[in-house]
């Protein structure tokens, strides 16, 4: 079986569709025109990136033109750079 293995301080994400309706911790609604500039994917895998705050599994968002889009195996990934990523989604609770 083939797979892609980032290199050289790259991180593979595999592109998703985050369509729902996003807020902020104090409940202020993302609008759309804000979304556009960022985009989510799943990180599949990255290159050897000492201290990476990032895994394989994470979600994270990333900048809108960032990247290299491709096609393999039948699915869309994204090839970018470590510092392409803006932010990881994390859960947290409730107040």
Known sequence: MKELQPINQNVLLEITENRAEQRTASGIIIPDSAKEKQKVAKVIAISKIENAEIAPGDVVLYK????????FDGRNFLLLPYNEILSKVVETESI
């Open 64 to 71: 809108e033109y960032a990247g290299t889009e491709i096609e």
